[in-house]
C-alpha cells in the first residue's frame, strides 16, 4: 500500500502538447482575384457591367462618329464624291454615324477594328462593314507580316486574303509595344480600376441585401441592469422588425418601442468613408485612361479644369480629334487603292462648336500676316489652292 503511493507520485503529469509549445501565427495578405483579360470577358465587365466605362466609350464614339468629314486632293474639295457616298450609305443596315459609332467602339474596347468591303465585279467598293474584333484573328505569313485574316462566327470560319492589290478588310489598330499584329484598348489599360470598381459595386449592393451594416442598433436593458434577453423575447422582436419595418414600403415608419430597449443609431465608419473614396478614385482612372475629363462625367471632386467648356474643349482636342484623324487617314489610304486616287479625308475643325474659339485666333492670326499670300494662307488653313490662284497676294 505505502509503495503504490510513491508509484503514483513517480509518474508523469500528462499535459496537452499546446500548452507546452510556443505557437506562431504567420498570416500574409492574399492576392488579389482580377477578371480575366480576354476581350470579351473585359467587354463585359468594363463596358456592359460598368457605368464609367460605358459612358466613356459612348462618349468618344458618338463625338467622334458625328464629326463632319472632309474629302480633298491637292486642287479642291469636294462635295460629291464616291468615296463621300459610300461613307454616307456604307450599307442597307446602317447609316455614315452608325458605322462610324460601331468603328470607333470596337477600337477603344478591343485595340482593333476591322472594315470589310464588299466590291462588285470591277472590284470597287460597294458596302462598308465593321465586323467584331472579337471574332477575328490574324494570320501571319512565314516573315512574320499578315497574310490574311480568320473570322469566326456561328462554328465556321471565313478567310481573307491579303495577296491581291485590293485588301477586302481594312485593319485599323492602337499603338502596343509588345504586340507586332493587334492593338491596345484603353479598356485593357483601365482593367485593374475597372476592377475596383465594380467590387466597389458589389460591395455596396450587398451592403443593401444582406444588411452588412445595420442603420441602428436596439439595446436591451432589464430593471435590474442586465443586458441579455429571453429567447420568447429575441425572436418575437425580430419577427416584428423583419414583418414591420424592412423593406421599400415601410421606409421611414416610426419605430414604437417597449420598455427597456433604446434606439442606438449607428452611421458609416471611417474605413466605410475610404471604400467610397477608393471607389471614386477608380472612376477618375477610368477616366483617365479613355482620355475623357472626369467633370464631363459627373464625377464629384474633381476640379482639373475651370469650367465645364474648358473641358469640352480640352476633350475634343486630346481625344476625339485626334482618333478621328489617325482612323479617317487610314480609312482613305484604303479606299483610295481601289481606284489609285490620291485623297485626303480628315476632320472639317471649321465646323466643331467647341473648337471655334481655336479656330477664330488661328484665322485671325494668319490673316493677318502680311508676309504670306494667298495661297500660302490657304495651305495653312488647311484648305485646297483656288484654280488659277495668283502666286501674289
Known sequence: MVFDVFRRKQQPIE???????????????????WSPRDSQSMIRS???GNPVGFRCVKLIAEAAAALPLVLQDQVQRFEQHPVLTLLARPNAAQGQAELLEALFGQLLLTGNTYVEAVADEQGLPLELHVLRSDRMSVVPGADGWPMGYDYKVG????????TGARPA?????????????????????????????NSASRWSKALLDNAARPSGALVWKDSDGSGSMADDQFRRLSDEIEANFQGARNAGRPMVLEGGLDWKPMGFSPSDMEFQKTKEAAAREIALAFGVPPMLLGIQGDATYANYQEAHRAFYRLTVVPLVTRVAAALVDWLSGFDGAVLTLKPDLD???????????????????????????????????????????
Open 351 to 393: 465646323q466643331v462648336a467647341a473648337l471655334s474659339s481655336e479656330r477664330d485666333a488661328q484665322w485671325a492670326r494668319v490673316a493677318a500676316a502680311e508676309f504670306l499670300n494667298r495661297s500660302e494662307k490657304r495651305r495653312l488653313l488647311g484648305l485646297p489652292a483656288e484654280e488659277g490662284e495668283p502666286g501674289d497676294a
Open 169 to 197: 478588310i481594312c485593319h485599323i489598330k492602337s499603338f502596343h509595344p509588345q504586340d507586332d499584329h493587334y492593338g491596345l484598348s484603353p479598356l485593357q489599360a483601365a482593367a485593374m480600376a475597372v476592377d475596383v470598381h
Open 46 to 48: 468594363g463596358f456592359a
Open 155 to 162: 462554328g465556321r470560319k471565313h478567310h481573307f486574303g491579303l
Open 15 to 33: 499535459q496537452k502538447a499546446s500548452a507546452a509549445a510556443r505557437v506562431v501565427a504567420w498570416q500574409g495578405a492574399g492576392s488579389a482575384a
